[in-house]
């Protein structure tokens, strides 16, 4: 069953046992049973159809940018949609990206075109499907606001095209998380602008992104969701949990509404207890309820 599955992938990175630390930006996680990377949306079909078949568990996975795999990995198989899935077309004011595409070279596509309204977007180490699929934002603007169509393959393998208003996009939140669907493709709609204020704009959300954020350290960006009338990072500081560390995992001193990987051989369990001392501590405090922004995935 197996070599089926492998088989059907084509000419796709195909990998057992692949450690998961190598493919999220936390550094953490254990193995994958099967490691595979579509090198096109055919052999995507093909590698999720066959696996259908055999009863395999898949796990999508975007870039790794917003994912926690536990430390006793993935079981079954591991769809990694990345480079093999990451064209970029620009006509006009419109860019049509693969969800594989990285946000920070659609952001350049749209720089390079003179496309204004994606600079939000190009500090966000995420790809394109994976910022769909939480509707990802930076310092006020969401993928919502810009999202013009996104072609989806479905619960029944077709590929289909829905209009956002289907995808129910909120606050790092779309349908995507329960339905089970796909992002392959989507295009954004952007305006003309002035290459030269384009620049000036991505270069200052840049600036706020170093001045702020503990970006020297693996991390997965946010950890906590803004919980509605507060703000994650003050009420974990208020809590005297700023720069608590549980093994190599410590709330960053410089933004308390990151954990991070700061010893660089944290493992999952690490930062998984952080996170559960942040929720118990300030629910016990101020009564809020802290909801993860990452996805955390895979078995203890």
């Known amino acids: 069953m197996v070599d089926d599955i492998i088989k059907s992938a084509g000419g796709s990175i195909v990998r057992r046992n692949e450690p998961m630390n190598c493919h999220t930006s936390f550094r953490t996680g254990g193995q994958a ?20 078949e055999s009863n395999y568990k898949c796990t999508i996975l975007g870039n790794g940018s917003n994912t926690l795999v536990k430390d006793g990995g993935i ?8 480079d093999g899935l990451s064209e970029i077309y620009v006509s006009e004011n419109e860019i049509t990206a693969k969800s594989g595409a990285l946000l920070s070279a659609v952001s350049a596509a749209a720089y390079e075109n003179s496309l204004e309204g994606f600079e939000f977007a190009s500090g966000i180490p995420g ?10 934002g930076a310092y006020g603007p ?6 013009k169509w996104v072609k989806v393959l479905d619960e029944n393998l077709n590929i289909k095209t829905v209009l956002p208003e289907e995808l129910k996009l909120s606050y790092r939140n779309s349908i995507l998380q329960k339905n089970g669907w796909i992002v392959v493709e989507g295009c954004i709609c952007l305006k003309k602008g002035i290459k030269s204020d384009i ?10 992104r170093r001045d702020k954020q503990p970006l020297q350290y693996p991390s997965a ?12 990072a003050k009420l974990i500081e208020d809590c005297g949990l700023k720069g608590v560390q549980i093994g190599g995992a410590q709330v960053s001193e410089k933004h308390a509404g990151f954990i991070i990987n700061k010893s660089g051989s944290a493992t999952s369990r690490d930062i998984l207890d952080l ?10 405090k101020f009564n809020v309820e802290l909801i993860p922004e990452v996805r955390i995935i895979g078995r203890d």
Do not use: H, W
Not at 142 to 147: A, G, R, T, Y
Not at 221 to 232: L, N
Not at 275 to 284: H, M
């Open 75 to 82: 079981e079954g198989i591991v769809i990694q949609i990345s």
């Open 142 to 147: 969401e993928m919502k606001d810009v999202l």
């Open 33 to 52: 049973d099967i490691y595979i990377s579509p090198d096109s949306i055919e052999s995507l079909v093909n590698v999720i159809k066959t696996a259908k």
């Open 221 to 232: 960006g946010s950890t906590f969701k803004r919980p509605e009338g507060y703000f994650a």
């Open 275 to 284: 996170i559960e001392l942040c929720r118990n501590t300030v629910k016990l």
């Open 127 to 136: 790809s394109f499907g994976g910022a769909v699929f939480m509707n990802a």
């Open 199 to 208: 620049a000036a704009k991505m270069s200052e959300l840049s600036r706020r």
